[in-house]
């Protein structure tokens, strides 16, 4: 299923801020950050998309974080530093939608 353009937009935006691929220690605060702006099926459309560029293991760490930010509440340095990465790569810093 095609994502809709704004997601389609994020997805370019985390490949910008993160033109290697989002290391794993990131996962949850980035998660956490766009749940802080975007419906749980949006993250989750966000995540799958993720996940069929991933590799199995990259794949099981994106399900693992999505449960762990469900779950709890991400370190909020840590999701100023996912952020301000994220805003290197061009990411909007206002609410999206």
Same mark, same amino acid.
């Given at each position: 299923?095609?994502?809709?353009?704004v997601?389609?937009s994020i997805i370019?935006w985390l490949?910008?801020?993160?033109?290697?691929?989002v290391?794993e220690?990131?996962?949850?605060?980035?998660?956490a950050?766009?749940?802080? /702006?975007l419906?749980?099926n949006e993250? @989750?459309?966000i995540a799958?998309? !993720?996940?069929?560029?991933s590799? +199995?293991?990259s794949a099981?760490?994106?399900?693992r974080?999505?449960?762990t930010v469900t779950?709890? /509440?991400?370190d909020e340095?840590?999701? @100023?530093?996912?952020?301000?990465? !994220?805003?290197?790569g061009?990411w +909007?810093l206002?609410?999206?939608?």
């Amino acid at each position: 299923m095609a994502l809709p353009p704004v997601l389609r937009s994020i997805i370019g935006w985390l490949r910008a801020g993160y033109p290697e691929g989002v290391p794993e220690y990131d996962y949850v605060p980035l998660f956490a950050l766009l749940g802080s /702006q975007l419906t749980q099926n949006e993250v @989750a459309a966000i995540a799958d998309e !993720l996940v069929s560029e991933s590799d +199995p293991d990259s794949a099981e760490a994106i399900r693992r974080a999505i449960a762990t930010v469900t779950n709890q /509440q991400a370190d909020e340095a840590d999701i @100023a530093r996912v952020r301000s990465h !994220l805003a290197a790569g061009g990411w +909007p810093l206002a609410k999206i939608g």
